[in-house]
């Protein structure tokens, strides 16, 4: 079982041939866009983190790439080159991707302009006072700061005049080249993670794109999380109160998000991935009571991963786990499908409820009504109910066999009592499908009840794995 998942390998001739996600019909509407407003605006793809959005991105530049006379393209990694304090640079240094040999005299035109906005960027009062007085010593500064600001302040004048020309002389310089090496397309530039940069540089990426690289024949492709871009730029800001909606519909003219996938697909993707068959396909666990447990593994996994509305990233976390989990079972153990997924995601994600139930400090109703608060929520089927009613019942079967033995409760119905616990999504009078999926767990003709010991050693690794 892989411990791991990498991207595969993109085809260049069928970039989406391994696209779980079926996300190529959104590739080529996107294309449309991109091909019918060749004069060049900003795209934002804005999904949540771990939504698939760098993947996407990548199989949809080789797409466009393969159209007949294909596109150009380029790809920028803002979060990887935020080393870099001046992105202007960085961006520009991207461009030259797009030249066929190196001795392009447009392209040495575009740096040329480039290099007289990059000089001007560093405050010319600042630049001036410290040339003018470097190497004096302190009481001398002083005494000439009223007329040296004052100066240099006359210079930053010529020099803001001069840096306007220089913008409009590279803006100039940009569009022959990208007219020079663009196939009469529009060129795409990518930005891909820009949401993770520090904030003064996520901000300054934007300034630039709009400010300086917005010229005819080139489509900006963004691909944020807008709502932690929008997070990153009140940072930059040092304010709560600045409207970063409004501040990014200033940059962005096309705002695109991409369709949450079926969430089957994805599953049956992960446990072919994980290779998770490789432990129930073992030839011992095709008897008649083992081998249900895979689909009740498969139906718990979609209803969790659905309802909690987990991302790509954090689901395929889990099922990693899952598959190293799995490895320290026997080939013919009971596994506990639904326990064993919803204790590996409390251990992931709600660390404080495992740690309680490890170190048994609930009672059996706290424990209950802490399973309320994850799954709380409201339901379009009883089957979705059901599901949260059966883990209720065998997470307290399991933890009943767990607690020291004074503080177990008794679960058998006997002479109508009822239990002394009740289900939070029972909504029965008498909670009779709490009841009747408890005596199930109790009396199980498969096997007595275990202890939930048996579970954590093994999510916790504290077991060692076997080989299938």
């Not at 990548?58 to 294909?70: A, F, I, P, V």
């Not at 990694?77 to 797009?98: G, M």
Request: net charge negative.
């Amino acid at each position: 079982m892989n411990s791991t998942i990498t991207i595969e390998n993109i085809s260049k001739e069928n970039p989406f041939e391994h696209c779980k996600l079926e996300r190529e019909p959104y590739a080529k509407v996107l294309t449309d866009i991109v091909r019918t407003n060749p004069n060049g605006f900003v795209l934002a793809i804005d999904n949540k983190w771990g939504a698939g959005k760098t993947t996407f991105v990548s199989m949809w530049r080789c797409m466009l790439e393969n159209e007949n006379n294909g596109f150009k393209t380029l790809y920028f990694n803002a979060w990887e080159n935020d080393f870099e304090n001046n992105p202007f640079v960085a961006i520009t240094a991207e461009l030259k991707e797009l030249l066929k040999n190196e001795s392009s005299k447009t392209f040495k035109e575009v740096v040329k302009k480039g290099n007289e906005i990059a000089k001007a960027a560093i405050p010319s009062i600042i630049k001036t006072f410290i040339k003018r007085h470097g190497g004096e010593d302190l009481a001398e500064i002083i005494e000439k700061t009223s007329e040296g600001v004052f100066e240099a302040f006359q210079d930053d004048i010529d020099s803001y005049v001069k840096r306007k020309q220089s913008i409009k002389d590279f803006h100039k310089e940009l569009q022959n080249y990208i007219k020079e090496n663009s196939n009469n397309k529009p060129i795409v530039f990518i930005i891909d993670e820009l949401d993770r940069c520090r904030p003064d540089y996520a901000v300054s990426v934007l300034e630039n794109v709009k400010h300086l690289f917005s010229v005819k024949g080139i489509v900006f492709v963004l691909s944020i999380d807008k709502e932690q871009l929008g997070h990153a730029i009140c940072g930059a800001y040092g304010s709560d109160n600045i409207d970063s909606k409004e501040y990014l519909r200033r940059f962005i003219d096309v705002e695109y998000s991409l369709p949450q996938p079926e969430i089957k697909n994805y599953v049956s993707y992960l446990i072919d991935t994980c290779k998770l068959n490789d432990f129930f396909d073992i030839e011992i666990r095709k008897n008649k009571e083992l081998k249900d447990e895979q689909a009740g593994f498969i139906d718990f996994t979609c209803f969790l991963f659905q309802f909690k509305d987990l991302n790509l990233r954090q689901q395929e976390k889990i099922l990693i786990h899952v598959g190293v989990t799995l490895r320290s079972f026997n080939g013919n153990a009971y596994i506990l499908p639904d326990l064993l997924l919803y204790l590996i995601y409390l251990k992931l994600f709600e660390p404080d409820y495992y740690n309680q139930i490890k170190r048994k400090e609930l009672t059996h109703q706290e424990l209950l009504d802490k399973t309320k608060d994850v799954l709380k929520g409201n339901l379009n089927d009883d089957n979705g109910n059901r599901r949260r009613i059966k883990i209720e019942s065998t997470l307290l079967s399991c933890y009943n066999e767990y607690v020291d033995y004074g503080d177990k409760i008794q679960l058998k119905i006997k002479d109508g009592e009822g239990f002394p616990v009740k289900s939070n999504f029972d909504d029965s009078e008498d909670q009779s499908t709490f009841a009747r999926f408890v005596e199930m767990e109790t009396n199980s003709f498969r096997r007595s009840t275990p202890s939930i010991d048996y579970l954590l050693k093994k999510i916790d690794l504290m077991e060692p794995l076997k080989d299938l």
